[in-house]
């Protein structure tokens, strides 16, 4: 097999470009501008950023944002650790092959306060940065042209709590900032801007490379199994089972709180993330997907035919599948429901520590805080337990709980700290809405006894 060639191998770029005027690809009146010049090192600036599920080859995903979120991309580079994201750009917008990401760079000398917001003034404007939780915030990599815009986009930045450094220009007298010369900081990382199209060639080269090995293993493993020869069982003798005595016995019966076997959370959101990204991925000429939810049962969404016909989603299905995947077919064959298992969610067992009306008010006063829409609803819930005793008298018992529902295009890492506030916080769902982008949160919070 052709040994895989590295993202930055098929990069031409000549330092003299580096020195060229920065271009925005808008003229003058464009807001933001694409690259700044620090320390004699052009940087790539105003990319847009996402999460990356899988570092070791992000050419679909990649290629996905490109389609559906910013068409005419050609550039893109990869930001690789603890939380591995990419971010895309336009040549024709003045990003070049070979930039290191200004962001990426930032993310990387900032890791000791993974949550950090900054606006640095800058020979080209002003270029405002936000890295949450050690990941850099989707469209809050800007180099802004108007010191007014750079100053809104940071103030309202500053209305989100528990920043761990925060960098503005002095003479904007922000209380709790302090001013740093990007010079002192900023220096060239890994994250380089690489073209699109020569990373995807490579990638096809050693997939299939990878698929000819499979394929000569399966052969071997096939010839192996008929050339060797098969054991013959053994019959043991039966055994008659020794007579045991019935005795009456009282059984103890066992209550089970609802809180005592909840899903933890951050189990939930990983399995749940990695299903979705799975099944959006997924590429069937002539079919759509819709949205995707998933529950503590596994993931589920409907695919619906525009064009084409059913034998192009029955084999896109057999090469996409995998263990826990099955779909099952409409009466007319336009549309399928697909499920994907994502296996056992680990569970815990933390008593409630809030009142309902404690837990309300404190996640009113934070989405207030954040300007986020959420929707609460009091709820009594009745668990019955069967009495091994005395089946006609089951054990009853009611608790209360409170029902929260919120949607956000936020990632799914920004909500965990909120989340383990509550110890009996159950997540119910998660959905994606395909088009738009987001995630739809739905969990309940039982009431302490």
């Known amino acids: 097999m052709a040994e895989e060639e590295e993202y930055t191998d098929d990069i031409e770029y000549e330092d003299s470009e580096l020195d060229a005027e920065t271009s925005d690809g808008d003229g003058e009146d464009s807001p933001w501008g694409a690259s700044i010049q620090v320390n004699g ?9 996402q999460p990356l599920q899988d570092p070791a080859d992000p050419v679909p995903e990649v290629l996905e944002t490109v389609a559906n979120v910013m068409e005419g991309a050609d550039l893109f580079c990869v930001r690789k650790g603890t939380s591995p ?19 990426a760079a930032i993310a990387e000398a900032f890791h000791d306060k993974p949550s950090s917001v ?12 936000a890295v949450r939780n050690d990941l850099i915030l ?54 380089k801007l690489m073209r699109i199209d020569k990373n995807r ?22 010839v192996m199994s008929f050339l060797e020869p098969k054991a013959i069982p053994r019959r043991m003798p039966i055994r008659p089972l020794p007579v045991q005595k019935e005795e009456v016995q009282v059984q103890q019966i066992v209550e089970v709180k609802p809180w005592e076997k909840l899903v933890v959370t951050e189990d939930f959101l990983n399995r749940c993330y990695a299903g979705v990204m799975y099944l959006k991925t997924m590429i069937v000429p002539g079919w759509s997907v819709g949205n995707i939810q998933c529950t503590k049962d596994g993931i589920s969404t409907t695919w619906t035919m525009k ?13 996409y599948g995998t263990e826990g995947f099955d779909f099952l077919l409409s009466d007319q064959g336009t549309s399928a429901i697909v499920t994907l298992n994502v296996g056992t969610f680990e569970v815990h067992s933390d008593p409630p520590k809030y009142k309902i009306y404690e837990v ?90």
């Open 41 to 49: 090192t052009a940087f790539a600036t105003s990319l847009f950023w």
């Open 85 to 103: 994201q990419f971010g895309i750009g336009k040549s024709s917008e003045g990003h070049k092959a070979g930039m290191p990401s200004a962001a």
């Open 118 to 129: 900054a606006v640095f003034e800058v020979e080209e404007g002003w270029w405002f940065i």
């Open 138 to 191: 989707t469209e809050e990599d800007v180099l802004y042209l108007n010191e007014d815009d750079a100053k809104r986009a940071f103030m309202s930045m500053m209305a989100v709590p528990d920043w761990g450094r925060k960098i503005a220009p002095a003479g904007w007298h922000v209380d709790g900032t302090e001013e740093v010369d990007i010079s002192d900081v900023l220096r060239p990382s890994g994250a």
């Open 201 to 222: 060639k490579t990638k096809i080269r050693v997939a299939v490379m990878a698929l000819i090995l499979i394929v000569l293993i399966i052969l071997y493993k096939m």
């Open 307 to 319: 064009w084409g016909h059913l034998g192009i989603l029955k084999r896109a299905f057999q090469e």
């Open 360 to 449: 309300r008010e404190e996640l009113m006063n934070i989405f207030q805080a954040i300007q986020q829409d959420i929707i609460l609803m009091d709820q009594t819930f009745t668990q019955t337990t069967p009495n091994p005793n005395d089946s006609s008298k089951p054990i009853v018992r009611m608790y209360n709980r409170l029902n929260f529902k919120f949607s956000s295009d936020m990632p799914l890492a920004e909500w965990l700290p909120l989340f383990n506030q509550f110890p009996s916080l159950e997540l119910i769902s998660l959905d994606y809405d395909i088009l738009n982008h987001f995630w739809k949160y739905e969990g309940q919070i039982y009431d302490s006894i």
